[in-house]
Nanobody, 122 residues
Framework: QVQLVESGGALVQAGGSLRLSCIASGSVFSVNAMGWYRQPPGHQRVLVAGISTGGYSNYADSVKGRFTISRDNTKNEIYLQMNNLKPEDTAVYYC????????????????WGQGTQVTVSS
């Protein structure tokens, strides 16, 4: 069974910090690069941070230097440490696999968890 359960979202003031957690199914977590996505109100969902099975990470320019993604392979969990939060970080945050390419085709789960709400006030 696919499991994606996010937690840790809250209402914080600009400049504050927050740490999000996600529990993922082992069948997904152990094979795929994982990432954090966010969907601000009225906008599309976008990938903001990704981490490979080997621990290599990358970030969208909008969060680079402020957010840090990590993973614990023994717990099938990924985390997102968010520092110096800004109002534009307000969104529902989701964890999921990062799309991967194989033999000319791209693969992505057709399943999303409920996400966790992050609201940053000014």
């Amino acid at each position: 069974q696919v499991q994606l359960v996010e937690s840790g979202g809250a209402l914080v003031q600009a400049g504050g910090s927050l740490r999000l957690s996600c529990i993922a199914s082992g069948s997904v977590f152990s094979v795929n690069a994982m990432g954090w996505y966010r969907q601000p109100p009225g906008h599309q969902r976008v990938l903001v941070a990704g981490i490979s099975t080997g621990g290599y990470s990358n970030y969208a320019d909008s969060v680079k230097g402020r957010f840090t993604i990590s993973r614990d392979n023994t717990k099938n969990e990924i985390y997102l440490q968010m520092n110096n939060l800004k109002p534009e970080d307000t969104a529902v945050y989701y964890c999921n696999m990062v799309p991967r390419e194989h033999d000319g085709d791209w693969y992505m789960l057709d399943y999303w968890g409920q996400g966790t709400q992050v609201t940053v006030s000014s």
